[in-house]
């Protein structure tokens, strides 16, 4: 229901939208809205500006049947403002279809500087759907229909036809693989092809890396992905693949933090630390040179 205080129209200029002062109790997020509003240090600081200044830039919504508004952009604005303690919020409020509620969703979130690889791969699917429910026409096939608003959801993001299909790919991931994902501890290009795998062997291969404590390289994944296609992936197949020493790792040293640290001051950086081995290998050399031509 909305709110009984009334909404406060405070522009009427001809020819322009009105900006109205919505009780913020009336303003509901997005359905399915696939971009994160996290309580982080930059939220911290959108709190802080907020609590000194204002919301200065309208939210964008739109009536809800059941009553009250749904945010089409300005989720985060509304939660810094909700945290520091404005009761209302200026606010556009237009008509829309569910399709370009969705669209506009999306294009106002994407101009983000941080996004996500789970935010923009829902993004980019929700706009996809939203496009093609748009482009139904009788003159054009649905793959028509979908290669089209592909290749313009692509222009418009300043990415590629074929980059929108592969992050789409990733909303195939169980969330606990997409969550790694977003943490960088799976690359993208392998995420890819572990999105061809079922729900069950995604799952197998969660626990085949968390057993392991390595994360696919491309390549591994390449393997594990014809696994599946074989209908041979299981739990010991990908342990088996997982497990396997990396060409890279067998080529490279790796000495921990903790063991270097206990023969140095606490004072010293890790490049203090670099420097001072390096310089004692130095050494150790010419002394091993010198012993040798004797």
Same mark, same amino acid.
């Given at each position: 229901m909305i709110s009984e205080q009334k909404s406060e129209v405070i522009s009427t200029e001809p020819n322009r939208e009105q900006?109205?002062?919505?009780? !913020?109790?009336?303003?509901?997020?997005?359905?399915?809205?696939?971009?994160?509003v996290l309580d982080d240090e930059a939220m911290q600081r959108t709190v802080e500006s907020v609590a000194q200044f204002g919301v200065l830039a309208p939210l964008i919504a739109r009536p809800r049947p059941e009553g009250g508004y749904e945010i089409i952009s300005g989720h985060r604005r509304q939660h810094a403002a909700e945290l520091a303690g404005l009761t209302t919020l200026? #606010? !556009? #409020?237009?008509n829309m279809s569910d399709e370009e509620a969705v669209i506009r969703m999306v294009d106002s979130n994407?101009?983000? @500087?941080?996004?996500?690889?789970?935010?923009? =791969?829902? =993004?980019?699917?929700?706009?996809? @759907?939203?496009?093609?429910h748009q482009g139904v026409r009788g003159d054009l096939t649905c793959g028509q229909v979908g290669h089209k608003s592909r290749d313009l959801i692509a222009a418009e993001a300043g990415d590629s036809a074929r980059n929108v299909q592969r992050?789409?790919?990733l909303t195939n991931l169980i969330p606990e693989l997409l969550d790694l994902v977003d943490q960088k501890k799976?690359?993208?290009?392998?995420? #890819?092809e572990l999105s061809?795998?079922?729900?069950? @062997?995604?799952?197998?291969?969660? @626990?085949?890396?968390?057993?392991?404590?390595? =994360?696919?390289?491309?390549?591994q994944a390449q393997r594990i992905k014809k696994l599946s296609q074989e209908g041979k992936c299981t739990y010991?197949?990908?342990?088996?693949?997982?497990?396997?020493?990396?060409? =890279?790792?067998?080529?490279?040293?790796?000495?921990?933090?903790? #063991?270097?640290?206990?023969?140095?001051?606490k004072s010293y950086t890790p490049k203090q630390m670099q420097d001072t081995i390096i310089k004692l290998l130095e050494q150790w050399q010419k002394k091993r040179q010198r012993s040798q031509e004797r």
């Open positions: 900006i109205q002062q919505i009780p !913020i109790t009336d303003l509901h997020p997005f359905k399915n809205h696939p971009f994160k200026p #606010v !556009i #409020v237009r994407l101009q983000r @500087e941080h996004i996500l690889p789970s935010e923009r =791969a829902f =993004a980019y699917k929700m706009k996809l @759907e939203a496009m093609n992050f789409i790919r799976i690359s993208f290009n392998p995420a #890819v061809y795998l079922t729900a069950t @062997e995604q799952r197998d291969f969660l @626990e085949a890396m968390q057993d392991t404590q390595n =994360a696919p390289s491309l390549s010991d197949a990908i342990f088996d693949i997982m497990g396997e020493e990396k060409k =890279a790792e067998m080529d490279r040293v790796t000495i921990k933090n903790e #063991v270097l640290q206990k023969y140095f001051p």
